[in-house]
């Protein structure tokens, strides 16, 4: 038999063996061994913690602001921005259901401060309700159309919905041709290509012998995405009635929970008019998508457009044969906001 003193000292040793192994193990093993323990919704806080509280790319944020955002609007949505990245990075979900809290539009909206802090925090309630939003973009053309049929001799638009988030359409032209024709009321038209498209400006260009300018931009912005579509063209006019576009410029821009999937950038579909009725022709089309980050089940969108949903949105610009308008040789121009769904 063994003494006590040789058992003691086997288990001295034994204990030492495991104490020494353990003490050895890799740090990468314990971490991953750790955070295999810890839920989505508790790394998505961390990562949430983390971006919130690190500073922003200055670069970005003045891109963002010479795109017309404040300060404040722009670190936000690059914040916003940079979670959701990470979050597809590591294959994370928020799952969004009817167990989350809903909160009205009045308090959202009033509110806006602390639903954006609570957004960067991961609260599952201004989550929900920001995700709501994204309805407006594709189901709110009633109130749209109410709008600008409300103002129909404008050429930009502020389309403020009741949570707070806009839709604005603005064709920066200081000018605006009155055209004396019957009220124009604009409603959404399936055209052969079969997108939607609405025509937003109209007006007349006197171009002969020098190079003229026309831009147009379409945003939206809500609690949880900002998005961008511009479009710059150079034109003129021949003597020989056909109308040219020289030159065209496109730029997008995407942050939160829609995204850039493709762009064509600005493409000149058409450089001459072609007749009466077939114009000169530029345009950029954008194809957006909804993040597949928040498993929203409780089927926010009317059209369908759930996390994964795509859609093309455009700006077209079209430039019309050279007739006589007033006593004047000219072309009627036409800014479209258009989308494919």
């Not at 740090?27 to 913690?49: G, R, T, Y």
């Not at 609260?123 to 600008?148: Q, R």
């Not at 006197?206 to 995405?225: D, I, M, P, R």
Request: a negative charge; proline letters at 2%.
């Amino acid at each position: 038999m063994e003494s006590a003193s040789v058992k003691n000292f086997k288990v001295m040793v034994l204990i030492i063996l495991i104490t020494s192994f353990i003490f050895n193990l890799p740090i990468e093993v314990l971490a991953l061994q750790n955070s295999k323990e810890k839920s989505n919704d508790e790394i998505i806080a961390e990562i949430c913690d983390e971006v919130k509280n690190s500073p922003v790319d200055e670069e970005e944020l003045l891109k963002l602001m010479r795109e017309g955002l404040n300060r404040e609007d722009a670190e936000f949505y690059i914040k916003l921005d940079k979670i959701i990245k990470k979050m597809e990075e590591n294959n994370l979900e928020v799952i969004l259901d009817n167990s989350v809290e809903d909160i009205s539009d009045r308090d959202f909206r009033n509110n806006k401060e602390y639903y954006r802090n609570q957004i960067l925090k991961g609260d599952k309630v201004a989550l929900k309700k920001a995700l709501k939003s994204l309805k407006n973009i594709f189901s709110g053309e009633e109130y749209t159309e109410k709008v600008m049929n409300t103002f129909s001799n404008k050429s930009a638009y502020e389309i403020i919905y009741p949570d707070g988030s806009k839709i604005t359409y603005n064709t920066k032209n200081s000018q605006r041709e009155n055209l004396n024709k019957e009220e124009c009321t604009k409603k959404p038209v399936v055209s052969n290509a079969g997108y939607e498209e609405t025509l937003m400006e109209e007006g007349v260009s006197y171009a002969y012998g020098q190079v003229e300018t026309k831009e147009a931009e379409w945003s939206f912005e809500s609690e949880l995405s900002y998005s961008k579509v511009h479009l710059y063209t150079e034109f003129l006019l021949g003597r020989d009635k056909i109308s040219k576009i020289n030159y065209a410029r496109g730029g997008q821009s995407s942050y939160g929970v829609v995204n850039i999937a493709n762009s064509t950038g600005a493409t000149i579909s058409r450089t001459y008019s072609e007749g009466k009725d077939i114009p000169a022709e530029a345009r950029n089309e954008v194809i957006f998508n909804v993040t597949g980050s928040f498993g929203a089940s409780f089927l926010i969108l009317s059209i369908g457009a759930n996390p994964g949903y795509n859609w093309t949105q455009y700006i077209i610009f079209r430039l019309y044969e050279v007739e006589k308008i007033d006593d004047k040789y000219g072309a009627y121009y036409k800014w479209y906001a258009a989308a494919y769904k």
